[in-house]
């Protein structure tokens, strides 16, 4: 099964290199990584999808969780969660293939044609990977090109989330409180 | 406020943390630190001749003294000959700073001379690490680090310095406050857990006690105490948890594991409880984990949230500090007197004497430690590097003082023995330290023979000379066919090398000879070295092969003979 584990970090040089290294030596698999900036400033926010039948993701949170710079990670596979993945598909296109390309992809699966050439389309697509992967078999009887991916974000739906909110107090509110409720 | 250089910062930081001793190895890129060092008299400069001993002798000098230790390197080659010793305080879990040169600032990246991404090499290895770009970030990197270093799991922290920053003038003030919002170790212990673990311990008719290094660093000498005497509970250890728990105490059943004592590993196959405490169940010790104390269930206390469930199932973790936890723990436990079970493994012990030296003419290891321990009274703190003669120091000194055994366990490092003698006695100045080595590893570090004469470090040296790599060569017999590859190992006259360094030396060949050579030891000032001519191809017993269950122990062949005379 799919987790996946959010997590922030403080924005300081070297992070993502302890992230990888810890998940490398601990022979952890994972499916994708993502960073980019938090809500709070001075603080990434990173989303780790794991494959939890060959890797032990509970060990996972707890080793990512012993970096010095990781302020918090929860393990959200359990939470009501929304994942998006975007991905950007260059496709090879003829007159012939051209309208059914563009059918496919703006009609049945709402994304965007974002480039097109007399022998290729660009086709922009946010969803969950499912979705992505779809569309992405339909196009490969046509001839991707390139493809480029994101890999997975994640966020909890409802006002609540399992990362501290705006503002550096709640950050460390937020860690004490983990800090307590740990057993 | 005068702006201060930065390597007048490091220094003045270094001893608003408590620093006294710091052992190193100068090069290109401290020069200006080491430049500043007169400035300094109150930070003594232990100059080593090997980077690896300046890490080695930090982690021992951390281990007996309870502070931080520091090293410095150079960059580059120095910085890479720390990696050894910063990974065996990393697997031992020693509070370490280690300070490394970097190239000047505009050179990195640039492949310059000497220039070596040591922060890179090191992130497996330390618990945190810095690479410092502004003399005014100094102060505050050095506070973090030993505090991150000596809390929590303690463990290595890195800090890499390029030259010009130690020339770069800024403030200094050194901080008030932290600011680590991803770091605050978990100290007390849930009270619902302990709780839950009070109600296993009463319930429990066949208990056992298993303990790590984690009692020493928190000093949870008399809490550990309090919970086996109140519950009379036997107490075994791993081989970093000894000195944790008085050996001699009727409640002890020795050190566990691959080379542990029958009876511990007997008992602990039999327990219906183990409460493992500052441990974290290495391989060493539980041998096959999935036949490991199978009957049991475990509680597991442990500073360390991410060693509980790492290798073995729990039904009770405890995250905390062991003394907090203990001491919460000994407030509910039942006072209740086991005898059943005690005598059970008074039983186990009778029958299965692992501690028992056997009665021979021969100059065997067992009992050359032993007499280490007669002839000091047990008041050494003894060293040791990794292999034969330090599972015969593990087995058969006794060790009632507390954190009386400094030896590499989680890296296994042959070498270490040396600079970690060195390190421990210029830790501990008045009491008796002696390095037991091997004739392979002492060849690793032999060098700082020169550093304990110039710094005149009073270091008692007993080599097991035995011409092997012993503990290898025990496995190709006993797993290869006897095929001794690569492990006969032909030495130099240890006494002359010894001469030539100007340390006092004697040989030992006979067994009669053992004592007096001892006692010429100790009643000579300084170091003192003695070259023990053992038995060949003595092996470790008991053991326990790999892939078996700890109960499934090879005890040794020739029991018959052994003497009556316990220990």
């Known amino acids: ?183 | 406020m005068a702006k201060l250089k930065g390597s007048q910062i490091l220094c003045e930081s270094l001893l608003k943390e408590g620093t006294e001793v710091v052992f190193g190895f100068p090069g290109g890129a401290v020069l200006p630190l080491y430049d500043t060092l007169p400035q300094y008299p109150d930070l003594r400069h232990i100059l080593v001749r090997h980077e690896q001993a300046a890490a080695h002798a930090a982690d021992a000098y951390a281990r007996v003294t309870g502070k931080v230790g520091v090293c410095f390197a150079t960059s580059g080659p120095g910085a890479t000959n720390l990696v050894t010793g910063i990974a065996n305080a990393h697997l031992d879990s020693v509070p370490m700073v280690a300070i490394t040169g970097q190239v000047a600032r505009p050179f990195i990246g640039k492949d310059a001379f000497q220039e070596i991404d040591i922060i890179g090499i090191t992130v497996p290895i330390t618990k945190h690490s810095y690479a410092v770009r502004k003399a005014e970030e100094l102060s505050t990197v050095i506070k973090e680090a030993f505090h991150i270093a000596s809390t929590g799991r303690p463990g290595p922290v890195l800090i890499d310095i390029p030259k010009d920053v130690f020339d770069e003038e800024a403030n200094f003030n050194y901080p008030e406050k932290l600011d680590l919002p991803g770091y605050e170790p978990t100290i007390h212990g849930h009270p619902l857990q302990i709780k839950k673990a009070a109600k296993l311990i009463n319930e429990a008719k066949r208990p056992v006690i298993i303990t790590g290094r984690g009692i020493i660093i928190s000093k949870a000498y008399s809490e550990l105490k309090e919970l086996a005497e109140k519950a009379q509970i036997p107490v075994t250890y791993t081989l970093l948890g000894i000195g944790g728990f008085p050996e001699s105490h009727v409640l002890s059943f020795g050190m566990l594991g691959m080379h542990g004592m029958a009876y511990a590993n007997l008992a602990i196959d039999s327990a219906d409880l183990i409460i493992a405490i500052g441990m974290r169940f290495d391989d060493r010790a539980t041998s096959n984990v999935s036949r490991f104390a199978t009957q049991a269930q475990i509680i597991h206390i442990d500073i360390d949230p991410a060693e509980i469930g790492k290798n073995l199932k729990i039904t009770v973790p405890i995250v905390g500090d062991c003394k907090n936890v203990l001491t919460e723990l000994n407030k509910i436990i039942e006072s209740q007197p086991r005898v059943e079970w005690v005598r059970e493994i008074e039983q186990l012990r009778h029958d299965h004497p692992s501690h028992i030296i056997r009665d021979t003419e021969a100059l065997i290891p067992q009992y050359v430690i032993r007499q280490i321990y007669e002839i000091t009274k047990g008041k050494a703190t003894i060293v040791t590097g990794v292999g034969q003669h330090q599972m015969w120091s593990a087995q058969h000194y006794v060790y009632d003082k507390p954190n009386s055994l400094v030896s590499s366990g989680g890296l296994g490092t042959m070498g270490f023995e040396l600079p970690a003698g060195m390190g421990a006695k210029v830790g501990i100045p008045n009491e008796i330290v002696w390095t037991i080595a091997g004739d392979g590893g002492f060849q690793m570090t032999i060098q700082e023979l020169a550093t304990i004469v110039q710094e005149n470090i009073g270091l008692k040296i007993a080599i097991m000379n035995n011409g092997y790599l012993g503990m290898v060569r025990q496995w190709q017999e006993l797993f290869y066919q006897r095929r001794y590859v690569a492990t006969p190992l032909a030495g130099p006259d240890f006494v002359k090398v010894a001469d030539a360094y100007g340390i006092p030396a004697l040989r030992v060949e006979h067994k009669l000879d053992v004592i007096p050579a001892i006692q010429k030891a100790m009643e000579t000032d300084g170091p003192f070295l003695i070259d023990f001519r053992i038995e060949p191809e003595e092996n470790v017993f008991p053991m326990v092969a790999p892939g078996a269950s700890i109960a499934e122990i090879l005890e040794e062949p020739n029991k018959d003979e052994a003497s009556l005379a316990s220990k």
């Open chain 1, 1 to 183: 099964m799919k987790r996946t584990l959010v997590m922030l970090v403080e924005d300081k040089p070297g992070v993502l290199n302890r992230v990888t290294s810890m998940i490398r030596r601990r022979n952890f698999n994972i499916d994708s990584i993502t960073v980019g900036h938090s809500v709070n400033p001075g603080f990434s926010r990173m989303v780790i999808s794991v494959d939890g039948a060959t890797t032990a993701v509970e060990q996972v949170r707890k080793q990512l969780d012993k970096i010095i710079e990781v302020v918090k990670i929860t393990d959200i596979s359990e939470e009501n969660i929304i994942s998006r993945e975007l991905a950007l598909i260059k496709v090879e296109s003829t007159p012939e293939t051209r309208a059914e390309i563009v059918r496919i992809a703006t009609d049945v699966y709402r994304a965007n044609v974002v480039d097109f050439t007399p022998e290729s389309i660009i086709i922009e697509i946010s969803g969950d990977e499912d979705k992505v992967n779809s569309l992405i078999d339909l196009l490969r009887g046509f001839g991707v090109i390139e493809l480029a991916r994101t890999g997975r974000i994640a966020i909890t739906r409802g006002k609540l989330g399992p990362l501290p909110k705006a503002g550096e107090e709640q950050v460390k509110k937020q860690k004490n409180r983990k800090t307590k409720a740990s057993k």
